[in-house]
């Protein structure tokens, strides 16, 4: 599934991933559709499948934090809201019925690992995000510490932009962002001991988060799936190198091998990065949630 279609309700936005519905005034829909984006830039060739990955996985993990920070998440079933039958069944396993909240304008990215931009920006300066790290860092190398290292959030085809944590409470406000480092530190630091009793390394992840009309706080969009974070698998992972993963990671190597300047339109994906995606999308899942 490329584009999802709900005959009766209002299409409100297209994202990078997921079409978002208008339902009334206290609840979305939300679509996790076959789209794979990279650079921030959608492929023209979906996934088929991947959406229903996504869908599964964050709500498993949305599960798990629960007692950390409520959700968007409702008990509310698409068939309550979707008239066409035919489109219930497209839908059904990658739609979720959603709290409508205020979303922050900010990415919350969580690092326990040095890779991707943080990488880049290491080399650069020996920080990240305004963060000074020790010298002599390697490639893939576990960090000291954890480190909250927020984003701005970029619309389709634009690029996110790593952000300080002053800018951060300048847009959010100090206490917001305090909650917000808090929160994403202590989801990540639960997932990742998680994940490596399964034998997977959460190198990097990012949350976002919404308010309600009252200010309280929820974890929203998705949590803790290839598309948001870097699962790398703990027996092939060596220091120094960019690790095999189960992720986006494998698309962005296949990428740099081209002579595309990371702008839309993206090239067309052959067939077998397209299997290959969903097989390691499939292979997270399963071994996450067995």
């Known amino acids: 599934m490329f584009k999802s279609k709900v005959s009766n309700l209002s299409l409100l936005a297209r994202g990078k991933v997921r079409d978002i519905y208008d339902i009334d005034d206290n609840y979305l829909m939300i679509v996790a559709t076959d789209r794979l984006s990279a650079y921030d830039v959608v492929m023209p060739n979906p996934v088929p499948g991947k959406g229903i990955i996504l869908t599964q996985l964050s709500n498993f993990w949305f599960r798990m934090m629960e007692d ?15 008239e066409n039958k035919k489109e219930i069944e497209q839908l059904k396993e990658r739609s979720i019925i959603v709290k409508k909240l205020k979303p922050l304008p900010i990415e919350s990215v969580v690092r326990g690992y040095i890779i991707g931009s943080g990488w880049s920006d290491y080399k650069k300066n020996k920080k990240i995000c305004g963060i000074e790290l020790p010298d002599n860092l390697q490639k893939a190398q576990k960090l000291p510490q954890i480190i909250f ?18 800018k951060t409470e300048s847009i959010i406000g100090e206490d917001l962002a305090s909650k917000v480092k808090e929160i994403s530190i202590k989801i990540y630091k639960r997932a990742s001991i998680y994940a490596r009793s399964k034998g997977i390394i959460i190198a990097d992840t990012k949350f976002e988060f919404g308010q309600d009309s009252n200010g309280k706080l929820y974890l929203i969009d998705e949590i803790l799936t290839p598309d948001s974070s870097r699962f790398w698998p703990e027996k092939t992972y060596k220091l120094g190198e960019s690790p095999a ?6 698309l962005r190597d296949y990428l740099e091998t081209l002579s595309w300047n990371k702008v839309a339109p993206a090239p067309e994906l052959p067939k077998d990065i397209i299997v290959n995606t969903l097989n390691k999308y499939k292979e997270a899942r399963d071994s996450l949630t067995s």
């Not at 950390?68 to 979707?82: A, E, G, M």
């Not at 290292?149 to 002053?166: L, R, V």
Request: net charge negative.
């Open 68 to 82: 950390i920070i409520p959700n968007h998440l409702t008990n509310l079933k698409i068939d309550s809201f979707v």
């Open 149 to 166: 290292t927020p984003a701005t959030k970029a619309n389709s085809g634009d690029h996110d932009e790593n952000i300080n944590y002053q």
């Open 245 to 250: 993963s189960y992720d986006k990671q494998y």
